[in-house]
């Protein structure tokens, strides 16, 4: 009970608050949310991947070990998905979405306080931890985007969206500046911080924008494949996370962590990839809303699971 009430006041209280902002402030102001898709995707969050890869201590073994299982178990939650998909026959931009949101995880503003306050803000399980955020950044700034396009645009037209965006330059950037010792003078230290700061507020205000412009009944909660895209990323994420540990023989906190990092709820990326590119806005609200709630229970299940 404690581990819930726990979750529940430094997680989702917080969370919620900020999207019920979000809701209000689209109802009084009708908040363009096009602007704040641009902010998040070009300014905040390739600020706070930046940031933490450049304040971070990750060791070479610990960055590969991280990278193996992300790989494994990626392929292992993409082969999942794709058979629901062909199961349930989804087509179009669905199909996007549905991926999206089961393979963008919420690893930034979940994944991250969840992890100081499981390992008791460990060193060693942060680092861990941000490791899988650059890797979930990445993925929704490259893969994400081809997958709610690919229906409809060209692969070059793609590829040229893609290299406009901040955050695959930001992560080398922050490695090699980092592994340099490179210093960051203060005129642009104070700016960076300031923009890193801002990414979680801007992200679930958009995400309140985004509900607060739906028009809700009865009809409109798309119920069967958000409970799906549901169990997939709470329920399968977890279980799937710890075949791959256990078929890699890591133990300890190294495990538990890479465990944790698997059990939180759907990114805010997809419904920012699904505004940004106008592809099943209500389904990738739907689905990170839902996700969010109900993982009270499932990530207080796995965090009781690992005896952490």
Not at 45 to 68: D, G
Request: charged letters at 10%; a positive charge.
């Amino acid at each position: 009970m404690a581990i819930f009430l726990s979750i529940l006041w430094n997680n989702i209280i917080p969370l919620s608050v900020m999207i019920a902002i979000g809701i209000t402030l689209h109802r009084v102001f009708s908040l363009d949310i096009k602007t704040l898709s641009k902010l998040n995707f070009y300014l905040f969050s390739p600020a706070i991947i930046f940031k933490l890869l450049y304040t971070t201590e990750v060791t070479l073994q610990s960055a590969m070990t991280v990278l193996l299982f992300f790989v494994i178990f990626m392929g292992l939650m993409y082969i999942c998905v794709e058979a629901v998909i062909r199961l349930r026959g989804i087509a179009g931009g669905r199909r996007g979405a549905m991926r999206n949101s089961v393979l963008f995880y919420n690893s930034a503003n979940y994944g991250i306080p969840l992890n100081e306050l499981v390992f008791a803000s460990n060193p060693f399980t942060l680092s861990i931890q941000v490791l899988i955020m650059m890797l979930q950044a990445l993925l929704p700034n490259t893969y994400g985007i081809y997958s709610v396009n690919a229906h409809r645009i060209s692969g070059k037209e793609i590829i040229r969206t893609i290299l406009k965006q901040p955050v695959i330059y930001a992560i080398p950037l922050g490695f090699l500046m980092r592994g340099f010792h490179v210093p960051i003078p203060d005129a642009l230290s104070v700016p960076l911080d300031y923009s890193a700061n801002a990414f979680i507020g801007t992200a679930l205000v958009t995400l309140g924008v985004q509900l607060g412009s739906m028009k809700f009944s009865i009809h409109s909660f798309m119920v069967k494949e958000v409970l799906i895209s549901c169990s997939m990323r709470l329920l399968l994420g977890p279980v799937l996370a710890f075949a791959v540990v256990w078929m890699l023989g890591l133990d300890g906190l190294m495990a538990k962590a890479l465990i944790v990092s698997s059990s939180v709820p759907t990114s805010l990326s997809s419904v920012l990839l699904a505004v940004e590119f106008d592809n099943e806005q209500e389904f990738a609200s739907q689905a990170v809303l839902a996700s969010t709630v109900l993982s009270i229970i499932t990530v207080t299940l796995v965090i009781f699971v690992l005896n952490v």
